[in-house]
RNA sequence: GGAGAGGUGGCCGAGUGGCCGAAGGCAGCAGUUUGCUAAACUGCCGUAGGGGGAAACUUCUACCGAGGGUUCAAAUCCCUCCCUCUCCGCCA
């Protein structure tokens, strides 16, 4: 069954609400606010206390005219059959039937606000989550590794690879715009190696299925997943049909099982992308405006899990762990951090950021993202499993999804030519890559 | 892009205005019969929301791709949209 909640055009009218149960939140309103804190700050509380109420109310109204009305014609059938008069008993139904829309447009009204009002309530954090304002309460939990040595000071990524001539941002800026890039020859070559060795790694050795979806999703999709209707602006939209280009393959990945019942036999399900992510960067004017950190379209390795809840939080372990891989074999330093409550995404109920050491800017930059979404996807969407428990088919449950990136590979690349940069400006390759590469040991100025 | 055909329960498929939440079949579940299996027979067998009950359960409402309209009454009539299929065109 589709969720047309989240079809743009739809005009809800009773039934189910899949994003934030209303009956649970009418119950938790309070909590749920003092949950989410900061988070939370421009939902209008008190206006959605109001509509939960108005609907309540508009709706058992509804149900009793309508009983009314199916009962007045059933009579109106009845004395047809028999041949009598059923002039008077139209008439009063036609009255009932005026009182209905009258009723309905109102419920229409207040259930469209409801609607988008859920879907701009961010997900609340799990009780593990560190409480916190901003980035700088976020909480180391490990490091791998250590620095590289260098002799010579760090050069920038954009520095070693235009003069090795393996990036070429002008003409990029030429052929598209700012915040774009051209990789070229042993460049180019070394993205590509990047992505197949990741997912190599994910689907031989951690037991994941690789798909290659759209990358072009609708609304409906971009809804399911959170997106949408919050963040608009920070996606890229076709003028001319209502696509979207995604800004992650999550996206496409978690909406694989979009409006299915899943048996809890399949469980746990895993999947490995790789895309293009395409983000318009809105808001960020000034910041990682040289290389390859921020671009408005880059190359990432995602990885999605569907578990049962109960298992979600060891799952989140695991994937975290699974991103975590690719950097030890590619032997770059790294840390992995727990977000804080203020600092967690309007979808995640917990993330792990893990930031590789970039030795140019002396710093840790987020290479992955590992985020637990519980059910709060999966609502949206409408993903479900059923399970068997002695014979009996259970309750169909909402599963919970989970996904991060398996690794970023622009910010991979950039990772390798700083860290893995000689004193002669030539960039050794990492063991694990060089069957990717035909043998090629070393970039040097081409 | 042009022309046409469709979308009904887990699946197949009937249903052109009321007694239709929807015939019939398949699958599934429970039982009867049987030495076992098979077959036959009987019963059950959609989802969601609200009310009642400790509970098995019961009652109301909604749902026949989605939305809107006509009507006392819509799976059925009208409009819009989405999706699938076939043919033509175009293309990789």
Not at 62 to 70: A, Y
Not at 299 to 313: C, D, G, H, I, Q
């Amino acid at each position: 069954m589709t969720n047309p909640y989240l079809d743009a055009r739809f005009q809800p009218l009773s039934g189910i609400f899949i994003m934030y149960d209303l009956r649970t939140l009418r119950d938790n309103l309070d909590a749920t606010k003092e949950q989410l804190g900061r988070r939370g700050n421009d939902i209008p509380w008190d206006k959605l206390r109001t509509l939960i109420e108005q609907r309540r109310t508009l709706t058992s109204q509804t149900e009793q005219l309508r009983h009314e009305l199916k009962m007045g014609s059933d009579k109106v059938a009845k004395l047809k059959r028999e041949k009598q008069s059923a002039d008077a008993c139209m008439a009063a139904m036609k009255a009932v039937g005026e009182r209905i829309k009258t009723i309905e447009d109102e419920l229409r009204n207040v259930e469209e606000a409801l609607t988008d009002l859920n879907l701009r309530i961010p997900n609340l954090p799990h009780s593990s989550v560190p409480t916190g304002k901003d980035a700088g309460d976020n909480q180391e939990a490990r490091r791998w590794g250590s620095p590289p040595v260098l002799t010579t000071p760090a050069k920038s990524h954009w520095e070693l690879g235009e003069d090795l001539g393996i990036l070429d941002f002008d003409r990029a800026a030429k052929i598209s715009g700012a915040r774009f890039a051209v990789l070229t020859g042993t460049g180019a070559r070394l993205e590509r190696a990047l992505i197949n060795y990741m997912l190599d790694l994910h689907t031989t050795q951690h037991g994941y299925r690789e798909v290659l979806p759209p990358f072009l999703v609708n609304r409906s999709s971009m809804t399911a997943t959170g997106q949408l209707p919050k963040f608009e602006e920070d996606l890229f939209r076709l003028r001319d049909e209502d696509y979207f280009l995604i800004p992650t393959a999550e996206v496409p990945v978690t909406n694989l099982h979009r409006d299915e019942i899943l048996t809890e036999s399949a469980l746990p399900i895993r999947y490995t992308a790789y895309t293009p992510c395409f983000r318009r960067e809105a808001g960020s004017y000034g910041k990682d405006t040289r290389g390859l950190i921020r671009l408005h379209q880059f190359n990432k390795v995602e990885l999605v899990a569907f578990t049962m809840p109960e298992r979600s939080y060891e799952e989140l372990e695991r994937l975290t762990s699974h991103a975590e891989a690719i950097l030890q074999g590619l032997g770059l330093h790294y840390r992995v951090v727990t977000l804080c409550t203020g600092d967690l995404g309007f979808s995640a109920a917990k993330t792990y950021d893990i930031e590789v050491w970039l030795p140019s800017q002396n710093h840790y930059r987020e290479i992955s993202s590992c985020s637990n979404f519980e059910a709060f996807q999966a609502r949206r969407a409408s993903i479900r499993y059923k399970g068997t428990v002695e014979k009996n088919v259970a309750k169909t449950e909402f599963v919970h999804t989970l996904n991060g990136s398996g690794l970023a590979v622009g910010r991979t690349l950039v990772a390798v030519l700083e860290n893995y940069q000689q004193p002669d400006g030539s960039i050794l390759i990492p063991e694990v890559l060089r069957h990717y590469m035909g043998g090629v040991e070393r970039i040097r100025k081409e």
